[in-house]
């Protein structure tokens, strides 16, 4: 495939895909009639006629009228049915082209093609479908085409950036080395991690999923099963003998009911982490990430290095007492609702996580923290003793033993403490470091270079005891999910806010 201002259509099975993926809207709009063919459920058929006579035409006429282009300078599409929807996405805008393959497309080898830019908060475009093969050479022609740019306005920069770490060293499973600076080809991957089966099924293991539950008794109210005919066929053979236990303690069957929807949700948390993160496996293209995982569906992606704004290590209490973390990249042009974040490394040891920040720039997972100021335990449990108490109070009028509530307070002391211990922060010449987090644990590596602003802020409370928070914001950062550094006394406060303006103004 070359660039050229020849139009190109969407793969023919197209058409089929739309139409088998319309089938679970016809089957919910004629379910009714195929639990009880009467003619009360006559409207149903009508809505299931006028479905068909709409959404075939509809399916036939978006492809027909469906065009993109690969210019030598950008790609183009046209799509829409009624309204007319023209998109031109430069060439050199574009971050990341991401090809997936659902359960259906992998059948009929064809594949979805996403396209990202440095400013969009969803995909700019997307080619659904084509096949595997030109999905495979657009996002080949892209990658030249961007390298050609780069060669030709900037020369120096058509490498990789001078931050690459030549002298770090492997902790990653089945390498016995990082790749140095040296031995990177901008044309060939290099894997930095790969996840073996045994490490997702152990990954899923840590993970709780109650999206799967919840769709499962949602499709029960249509079914209505009998439950007496479940629970017979549950309590079979070596159970047996305990069924008349159970139907005789109401206590005994809520109890079993619980722990049955806890053990389905945690099984249905593995089989998705599995199928999600199965062989995945991250390696560097000259200064881009690639990504591809998945079981049922396989997705690919890129990941430029110069988009990554910062790297996000996360972590819980059962997580950490094992050993395992997770690592993110916050990256530019996100989705809020997404949160911005790309998976860089779904489940692993610190280590590996070092090694793989050693790998892609000089930033390193501080060993040293400095803690913020101890009053921040008792503004904590101040803050919520207030709300503790205001509920208890309300709660008596109406449930008098709602003062057995008070005996949390303790319990709220206890968390402060905790929190407080999790507290802290670290920054040399190029990374800034943040820490914070009781059951969600989270550490924020920021660039030095990345940082949009930063800031210090004091609340009415705060003032009162000398106290201040720091804002750090970096290029798309989430308002909702941001890396500040909260209760810090106010001399530290200042001389941060000093230190890092002489870092970026050094005369």
Same mark, same amino acid.
């Given at each position: 495939m070359?660039p050229?201002?020849k139009?190109r ?10 139409m088998?993926v ?12 195929i639990?009880?063919?009467d003619?009360?459920?006559?409207i ?5 006629a006028?479905?068909?006579v ?13 065009r ?10 046209h799509?829409?049915?009624?309204t ?10 574009i971050?990341?082209?991401e090809i997936e ?7 009929l080898?064809?594949?979805?093609v996403a396209?990202?830019?440095a ?6 475009g997307v080619?659904?479908?084509?096949s595997?093969k ?6 080949a022609?892209v990658r030249?085409m961007?390298k050609?740019l780069v060669s ?5 920069e058509?490498?990789l950036?001078?931050a ?6 492997s902790?990653?499973?089945g ?6 600076q040296?031995?990177?080809?901008a ?7 790969h996840?073996?089966?045994?490490r ?12 799967y539950?919840?769709v ?5 109210q ?5 439950p007496?005919?479940?629970?017979s066929?549950l309590?079979?053979?070596p ?6 236990a ?5 206590w005994?069957?809520?109890i ?10 945690w ?8 199928n999600r993160?199965?062989k995945?496996?991250i390696?560097?293209i000259?200064?881009?990430?690639? %990504?591809? $995982?998945?079981l ?7 990941i430029p #290095?110069? &988009?990554i704004? *910062?790297?996000?290590? /996360? ?10 973390y ?9 989705n809020?609702?997404k ?9 692993g040891?610190?280590?590996?996580i070092?090694?793989?920040?050693a790998?892609l720039g000089e ?7 400095s803690?913020?100021?101890?009053l921040t335990?008792r ?7 207030v ?7 309300v709660?008596k009028?109406?449930i008098p033993?709602?003062l ?14 905790f929190?407080y211990?999790n ?5 040399n010449?190029?990374?800034?470091a ?5 059951? %969600?644990? $989270? ?10 602003? #930063?800031? &210090?802020?004091? *609340?009415f409370?705060? /003032? ?6 720091v ?5 798309g950062a989430s ?8 209760d810090?006394?106010d001399?530290?406060?200042v001389t ?12």
């Amino acid at each position: 495939m070359k660039p050229s201002d020849k139009a190109r259509r969407l793969h023919p099975l197209t058409i089929v895909q739309r139409m088998i993926v319309s089938i679970p809207a016809l089957i919910f709009i004629m379910l009714p009639i195929i639990r009880n063919p009467d003619s009360s459920a006559i409207i149903n058929l009508v809505f299931g006629a006028v479905y068909v006579v709409l959404v075939v035409p509809w399916i036939v006429l978006y492809y027909v009228r469906f065009r993109f282009w690969i210019t030598p300078s950008e790609l183009i599409i046209h799509s829409g049915v009624i309204t007319r929807r023209k998109r031109n996405i430069p060439v050199e805008r574009i971050q990341n082209i991401e090809i997936e393959q659902a359960p259906l497309q992998r059948l009929l080898r064809t594949a979805k093609v996403a396209v990202y830019t440095a400013g969009s908060a969803s995909a700019e475009g997307v080619l659904e479908y084509v096949s595997l093969k030109e999905a495979r050479e657009i996002r080949a022609v892209v990658r030249e085409m961007q390298k050609d740019l780069v060669s030709a306005d900037h020369p120096a920069e058509s490498g990789l950036p001078s931050a690459i770490d030549s002298s770090a060293s492997s902790p990653f499973e089945g390498d016995a080395s990082l790749p140095t600076q040296s031995d990177i080809d901008a044309d060939k991957a290099l894997e930095l991690l790969h996840m073996s089966p045994k490490r997702v099924l152990l990954a899923g293991a840590f993970k709780f999923s109650l999206l799967y539950i919840a769709v499962f008794f949602s499709l029960l109210q249509y079914i209505e099963p009998d439950p007496t005919v479940f629970f017979s066929w549950l309590m079979r053979g070596p159970l047996e003998p305990w069924r008349e236990a159970i139907l005789a303690s109401p206590w005994i069957a809520g109890i079993l009911g619980v722990l049955f929807a806890a053990g389905m949700a945690w099984f249905s948390g593995i089989l998705i982490t599995f199928n999600r993160y199965h062989k995945f496996r991250i390696e560097l293209i000259g200064d881009k990430l690639h %990504r591809a $995982h998945g079981l049922m569906t396989l997705s690919e992606g890129t990941i430029p #290095l110069r &988009r990554i704004q *910062s790297y996000i290590i /996360r972590s819980n209490p059962v997580m950490k007492r094992f050993g395992w973390y997770r690592l993110e990249l916050q990256t530019m042009g996100i989705n809020l609702q997404k949160s911005g974040f790309q998976v860089a490394v779904p489940f692993g040891r610190m280590d590996e996580i070092r090694g793989l920040l050693a790998a892609l720039g000089e930033h390193e997972v501080p060993y040293d923290w400095s803690p913020v100021s101890t009053l921040t335990i008792r503004r904590f449990f101040i803050r919520f003793a207030v709300v503790l108490c205001t509920v208890v109070a309300v709660l008596k009028i109406w449930i008098p033993p709602a003062l057995w509530g008070l005996s949390l307070l303790p319990f709220i002391l206890i968390l402060g403490i905790f929190r407080y211990s999790n507290m802290g922060y670290a920054c040399n010449a190029n990374t800034f470091a943040v820490r914070r987090g009781i059951f %969600r644990k $989270h550490i924020w590596l920021i660039p030095t270079q990345k940082l949009q602003t #930063l800031s &210090r802020r004091t *609340s009415f409370f705060q /003032r009162r005891l000398g106290l201040s928070t720091v804002y750090l914001d970096t290029a798309g950062a989430s308002p909702m999910f941001a890396a500040d550094l909260v209760d810090l006394p106010d001399s530290e406060a200042v001389t941060i806010l000093t230190e890092t303006y002489v870092r970026f103004n050094p005369e």
